[in-house]
């Protein structure tokens, strides 16, 4: 398969390695040179724009920061639609709003274009090892003929419904895991203000009804896990301001669809907080830092 790859950052650049790994050839666009110059040299043609890379691939692949972005490098002036050839299938992997995604779909079926939506969970680490998590939304067939392509780049690959699925399941996903840091976070300043042992603490929580996946894999609590981001300062990982972007979009799901979604749009707040207080860019497990106890002689 000869693939147009567009979006070739944090996470394109080693998916696309991995497609290329595979035996595929690619033609790659990325707005910022530097990002493309990366993709060149690993082997990919590189397309001086977004329609010229879009009428090289048999199949497109987008990886790219937001709904503004999909929306626009899909439907904009000299995008993607005005130049994919007819009966081709286009496979957005960014992290959007499921209406994006169905607009996007109807948009481009209009012009006998195919597209399904792929989100990834699993982070930088996941997607240089391949071992991403892919929730796919689309029409069986073309989920099908996408299958072999994702399984260059991933090893679960769920198909969780219609277009647009793939996005409800990555949010649902992030909703519980933002929330969850926050709540291992605040439950750990508590134990820690009454001197408790985070280690005792974990060793506690972990075989009782608290247990999650966030004190397991990304311990927000320095000292406890060598292998998390919170003992190397917070590098990410999953920025902070990631985690608040896909809680807002959960929010905002939850909006459309008229469920109340307090405990999420709390979180979200939190991180938002975070990112104004320096943490943006630092992992998600940072709200811990910023969940900060005040000074003894504060009122409360
Ligand atoms: P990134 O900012 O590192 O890379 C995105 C790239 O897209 C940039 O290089 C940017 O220049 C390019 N781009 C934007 N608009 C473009 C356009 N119109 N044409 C061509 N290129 C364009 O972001 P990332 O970390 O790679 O994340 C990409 C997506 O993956 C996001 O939706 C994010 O939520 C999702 N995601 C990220 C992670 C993670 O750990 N970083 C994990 C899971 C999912």
């Known amino acids: 398969m000869h693939i147009a790859f567009i979006g070739t950052g944090n996470m394109g650049r080693p998916m696309l390695a991995n497609l290329l790994k595979a035996g595929h050839s690619a033609t790659a666009y990325d707005l910022v040179p530097a990002a493309l110059e990366a993709a060149v040299a ?11 890379a ?8 987008t990886i790219l920061p937001s709904s503004g972005n999909v929306e626009a490098a899909y439907l904009g002036a000299g995008g993607i639609a005005e130049r994919v050839g007819r009966g081709r299938l286009c496979i957005d992997m960014s992290t959007i709003d499921p209406g994006t995604s169905q607009r996007v779909a109807a948009r481009l079926a209009e012009k006998g274009v195919r597209f399904i939506d792929a989100p990834v969970s699993g982070g930088v680490g996941g997607a240089t090892a391949g071992t991403l998590a892919i929730m796919v939304g689309g029409a069986v067939g073309d989920v099908e003929e996408a299958r072999p392509i994702l399984a260059a780049m991933g090893t679960n690959i769920i198909h969780v419904g219609a277009v647009g ?8 996903n992030n909703l519980i895991a933002g929330v969850a840091f926050v709540a291992v976070s605040e439950a750990f300043r508590i134990g820690e203000a009454f001197g408790v042992d985070p280690k005792v603490l974990t060793g506690v929580i ?17 000292g406890v896990d060598p292998n998390s981001a919170a003992n190397r300062d917070y590098a990410p990982g999953f920025r902070t301001d990631l985690m608040a972007q896909d809680l807002g979009l959960a929010v905002s799901a939850a909006r459309d669809k008229r469920v109340p ?3 999420a749009a709390a979180a979200q707040q939190i991180y938002r907080m975070a990112s104004s207080h320096g943490l943006g860019r630092k992992d998600c497990a940072s709200v811990y830092r910023f969940l900060a106890p005040s000074p003894d002689e504060a009122p409360v």
């Open 165 to 172: 699925a793939g996005e409800v399941a990555k949010l649902c």
């Open 54 to 61: 879009a009428a090289a691939g048999d199949i497109v692949i």
């Open 261 to 263: 979604a307090a405990v």
């Open 206 to 222: 972990s075989k009782s009804s608290g247990a999650t996946w966030v004190m397991e894999k990304n311990h927000p609590v320095p």
């Open 42 to 52: 690993l082997g990919a043609a590189r397309a001086g724009s977004l329609a010229e």
